[in-house]
């Protein structure tokens, strides 16, 4: 929802649960929030259509998409043919950097966030990565999102001009079971988001990539139901 | 030209005079050179013809466009229809932040840049921004590439694992007249190159706008005819 009086966010929407949460979450702290999805030449346009059901759902002033193809540079399971690992549960997911790693995703992702902050005059970015990607993800850290805010001050006219943008990542300490209990209180229907890495052509989650399984595990740590559609 | 002996280094080409020099210079350095030109929604397809022309002069390893529309976020002078400044020589290019300033622009192409380095192993990264620029351009002054490159060294895979991508902008602290001299004794042919930033639709140079002043002034201080085409 708009409102005058509130500072405007750019908040990097991928129509996951998390970015839900974190949108969300910026509302609630009273920012008017901008979502940006980027297009990136993913394999399926399901979580685009997810992050629109997530942007009406929260009455977002506006939701832009940006397409950008990775696809050209070659390269990830996200972008290309490799195929997504499965597992039986959570607990087999391996601790190194896994092949759905995009090459310097979140930095460009959070380039054109910034891009859009600038032009709207907004000095909040929010991004939803947290503590179980950085184990796995090196753009997830801590120690990146704190270099690309000090990029970011450097970068943009507005920074140079003393209205450097804020990069905020409220989910960075949290578990997926504290994540979903915040968004259950802010309300956030979980049923419009989509984090599976390999759903079937109707948007059913497959329930065993990295994605599903820690998703149902959060899920089953709060002792909800995941309200997604599962195979 | 490619050699398994040397270094690679992927190299932001905009098809202007200055990613030319850097380029030539690279390669003199011996570096197997990776060209990457992005498509930003520039008003003319000129400066990507001239791209292309620099990448088969230099004879690249390869070139790569990559596809963003940044007119999607609005803004700025080289994305939109906003009139490009003109004047009567170089002096009186004002030392403001001008009105061709792209948002956020060299934090997306060097982030584009970086993930194909990252995806091609390539450890060194080079770019033409330059002293001129960083009056009136916050993304082109060395602290900003000096993150950029703190950044890179978290943001990736390759980083994480020791093999951090180097950032080189080589004409930073050049004068135009310097980078021409420079290019000049390396053999780029500066007639395939394009700086105008409101060519006519035949290529030729408007010889007024900042771009083509600067240059102009820069082939006059070094006592040659600018090969240009000019209107």
Redesign the interface.
């Known amino acids: 929802m708009s409102n005058s009086e509130s500072p405007s966010a750019v908040v990097l929407l991928s129509g996951g649960l998390d970015s839900a949460t974190v949108a969300a979450l910026a509302q609630s702290a009273g920012f008017s929030v901008y979502g940006l999805t980027v297009r990136y030449g993913q394999r399926h346009h399901l979580e685009l259509e997810a992050a629109s059901r997530v942007a009406k759902q929260l009455s977002v002033v506006e939701h832009?998409?940006?397409?950008?193809?990775?696809r050209?540079?070659?390269?990830s399971a996200l972008t290309s043919e490799l195929a997504v690992p499965k597992h039986s549960s959570a607990e087999q997911i391996a601790a190194e950097?896994p092949v759905t790693?995009?090459?310097?995703?979140?930095?460009?992702f959070l380039?054109?966030a910034?891009?859009?902050a600038?032009?709207l005059g907004a000095e909040h970015l929010f991004v939803g990565v947290n503590a179980l990607d950085y184990s796995g993800y090196?753009?997830c850290?801590p120690?990146?999102l704190s270099?690309?805010q000090?990029?970011?001050r450097?970068?943009?006219?507005c920074?140079?001009e003393g209205r450097p943008v804020t990069v905020h990542a409220p989910l960075i300490n949290l578990s997926k079971s504290e994540i979903i209990r915040r968004g259950l209180e802010l309300g956030v229907d979980y049923s419009v988001t989509l984090s599976c890495y390999d759903p079937d052509p109707d948007g059913l989650a497959c329930g065993h990539c990295d994605a599903c399984l820690l998703r149902l595990r959060g899920f089953q740590e709060v002792g909800q139901r995941d309200p997604a559609r599962y195979l």
Do not use: C, H, M, Q
Not at 101 to 108: F, G, K, L, M, Q
Not at 154 to 157: D, P, Q
């Open positions: 832009k998409f940006v397409d950008i193809d990775l050209t540079l070659g390269g950097i790693y995009v090459p310097a995703r979140n930095t460009i380039s054109l910034l891009a859009w600038e032009i090196p753009d850290r120690e990146f270099a690309f000090s990029l970011a450097l970068a943009t006219k920074g140079v």
